[in-house]
């Protein structure tokens, strides 16, 4: 049991609460307010600096690839549709424990597959402590990753195998939903029973990679009558197709906005976030880019360029967050700071949203303070 005191705390909803506590009892919080005691609970002094929820990556790389060089176990190349693939089962504990995402406040990531498949496989959610897997793991199915990238036809057209091309891509990406439906129920593969679960059933939402305005406007008008949730991953150029991405309330899980060479490739105006932040459309950030992971400090400076963009600081961590949190259907455990839910907390010495010069002073995830 813990007592955080005296802390400023970011909710996680837009909500701050200044020198409020924090009451944790094993996994979950107890508490939240002002002037709360309890004589068993072990004081963490929260005086002067900045409490949030843990942050949450949902389209994260780290923690499933393997050994990078040799093999990528999420990263199934054999075919350009496995949506039945579970990331579950690929998910490194080792591999996670050494990216020590906590350090920088990231208690959960969704376990993905790369870009190089139409349909990649289902994401897993897992915590970022150095704990048994079976404590850690969060929620399987969490949604469905495809890419509509040039990873794809660049994968299986050096094979001569379909798609080379982008009508290619676009082609098979609409015939395999066409197909699955067209197949009874009871005699679907688990390939096309995923598929038509998720376009018919809405059973867990698409994380689909789009960089590019082609790429973005034709997933959108390929998926137009769908009513399944999209989530556009890494949308460089998310503000060229501002109209359609409001129109149909699409997410959008930012890769590295801090990458220079990005920006000026992509012309990326991100100002226009707060188009969609009035709008109501949920918005994320990832430390993967393309498909691979940039590094773990990744996630926090595209949440800063953000800021420095003209989003309010609160609606960041609301990115950082709720959002993601309800993204993959988790908001009933994560996301805010609330009395029910899981107790991954992450102390910063400042506002990591509005100062490269914030650093998480402690951490807890789980219940269990890390340091």
Partial sequence: MYLIK???????????????????????????????????????????????PGFIDPVSSIGAMGIPGRYFDNDERTNPITPEMNLRYSIDPDEVNRQEFYKSGITAIGAAPTNNNLMGGQIAVCKTAPQKMGERLVKEHAGLKCSVTSNVKETYGSNSQLPMTKMGMFHLFEETIRAAREVEEEKRTDKQKVITDVFDKESMPLFAAASTK???????????????QINLVDAFCFADSLKQIKEKKVGIVLGNINNMSQIAKNGMDLSKLNDLVENGNRIAFTNTCGGWSEGREVFIWSAIEAYRAGVPAEDVVKMMCLYPAEMLGIEQRLGTIEAGKDADISVFSGHPVTTYAAKVVHSIVNGEVLF
């Fill in 6 to 52: 005296n802390g400023n705390v970011h909710v996680g909803n837009g909500a701050v609460l200044s020198g409020c506590d924090i009451l944790t009892e094993g996994k979950t919080i107890k508490a939240v307010g002002r002037g709360l005691s309890e004589s068993d609970a072990q004081v963490i002094d929260a005086t002067g600096c900045e409490v949030f």
């Fill in 214 to 228: 082609n790429e973005i406007d034709g997933l959108l008008h390929l998926l137009k009558d769908e009513t399944v």
